[in-house]
């Protein structure tokens, strides 16, 4: 194992983040290189020995440097609908009770914030908890200050909530009452509420999918522990559940999935099997939680390409490291994914990692042959790389490929894009290729 190596193992231990997984490798090495010249060590070996322990104040610096802290405010609004559905219907917090809430990896409290404004607009007191482990995205929740962009889907009734100040908004004053933020790495015991035992709600989204599997399942089973009697756990809409704990039940909210926690005596779930795929919305026909199974290769086909076109969503966002964690996730699942291996591809191409997009492009096409994109991409990646003869046997493949149509499961502006242009795009081949 080499120092890099090694340190992503000690990362991957201390955090849960696989960081092949959100495509931060990269970063790891630009901090080391950076920190090595800037402590004046010889080595990236003797940097890595110097980090004995997770509490090292320079494994701080480091995790800021590796996670991903996109948020926005109503970032997913139809789980807000979900949560103030259950409150409204007395399922969580009766009323005249305080709804406590944590949010782990609540990035720049974006999320911790719409949550206050919905119970608050629903005549709630509310005590929301965000806590992430980057300790930079804190500081920035504490603040209470963000650009015109990240309310860009702020409902405008919740406005009010905000405040106009000099480059953008500050959070009103009766919400930050309500709210609070820490630093804590979820893979460390829970926090409880003030004065009580239990949260009602707990809302951990985008932050699982970077995460190693073992890891999963652990940070699941502490969230769920960290529940009161009947309290929720709500995921993002493509975390996937490989096994649902003990004390844990699936339990269907309009058109999502959520978890709650069973009462003492109550019927144990089914033996776990794999679970909650969250199609994109809308998707009516989804099955009630008999959960779809690998015996039930059609549903997880059908979660594989809907997370594929949550993963191209979020790279025409230009969010490319959580584009790959997605892609990434659909992999764990079908190994043998040649459109995910393509969009893989494609999403390093974009972070100018030309030598990781023409290895994961080269494996689409093993499985693929006529993908043609892919050598298309396959052949810019090679043009990066200097490796022209390659590039003009790939550029070849395009035009070669003419006429033959592509079946696609996701959805994807960017393959749109290239198939109504095929004619230029083999243009360019034709050119480049030098025929
Ligand atoms: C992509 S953001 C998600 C933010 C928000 N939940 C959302 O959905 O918009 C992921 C966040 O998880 C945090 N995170 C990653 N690993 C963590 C860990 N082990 N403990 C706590 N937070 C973590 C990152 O620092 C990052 O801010």
Not at 22 to 47: C, F, H, N, P, Q
Not at 311 to 316: P, Q, T, V
Not at 411 to 418: E, G, I, K, P, V
């Amino acid at each position: 194992m080499n120092s890099l190596e090694r340190l992503a193992d000690l990362v991957q231990r201390w955090t849960g983040i696989d960081l092949a997984r959100g495509g931060r490798s990269d970063s790891l090495e630009r901090l080391v290189t950076a920190r090595m010249k800037e402590l004046g060590l010889a080595s990236a070996e003797v940097y890595v020995d110097s980090l004995t322990s997770a509490a090292h104040p320079e494994v701080g610096r480091l995790i800021n440097a590796v996670t991903v802290n996109h948020s926005w405010f109503f970032r997913d609004a139809e789980q807000l609908g979900v949560i103030a559905e259950m409150l409204r219907d007395g399922r969580i917090a009766p009323s005249g009770e305080r709804v406590d809430i944590w949010v782990p990896g609540c990035a720049a409290g974006e999320d911790v914030y719409s949550l206050a404004m919905l119970t608050r607009q629903a005549g709630r007191t509310a005590h929301v908890l965000g806590t992430d482990i980057n300790s930079e995205v804190i500081s920035l929740a504490s603040r209470g200050h963000y650009g015109e962009w990240s309310a860009r889907e702020l409902p405008s009734e919740l406005r009010h909530n905000l405040m106009r100040a000099a480059d953008g908004f500050e959070v009103a004053a009766p919400l930050r009452s309500q709210v609070a933020f820490e630093r804590h790495n979820l893979i460390d015991p829970a926090p409880n509420p003030p004065g009580t035992i239990g949260w009602h709600v707990v809302l951990c989204r985008n932050v699982l999918i970077y995460f190693t599997r073992e890891k999963i399942h652990a940070a699941i089973e502490s969230m769920g522990r960290a529940l009161r009697r009947d309290g929720r756990l709500l995921l993002g809409a493509t975390e996937i559940l490989q096994t649902v704990p003990r004390d844990l039940r699936v339990e269907r909210v309009g058109q999502r999935f959520v978890l709650r926690r069973a009462n003492p005596g109550e019927p144990a779930a089914p033996e776990a099997r794999s679970p909650p795929i969250k199609p994109p919305q809308p998707r009516p026909s989804f099955p009630e939680p008999t959960l779809p199974t690998l015996a039930a290769p059609r549903h997880v086909q059908s979660g594989i390409a809907a997370m594929i076109s949550l993963g191209n969503s979020r790279l025409e966002a230009g969010e490319t490291s959580e584009a790959l964690a997605l892609y990434a996730k659909a992999l764990e699942m079908d190994p043998l994914n040649a459109e995910a291996r393509f969009f893989t591809g494609v999403a390093y191409h974009i972070s100018q990692d030309p030598s990781s997009a023409a290895q994961s492009l080269r494996g689409a096409l093993v499985l693929d042959p006529e993908l043609w994109p892919a050598s298309f991409y396959l052949a810019l990646s090679y043009d990066k790389l200097g490796r022209t003869a390659d590039a003009k046997r790939e550029y070849r493949r395009v035009f070669e490929a003419e006429g033959r149509a592509l079946a696609l499961q996701s959805r994807s502006a960017l393959l749109a894009d290239l198939t109504a242009f095929r004619k230029d795009v083999v243009r360019i081949a034709r050119a480049r290729a030098g025929k």
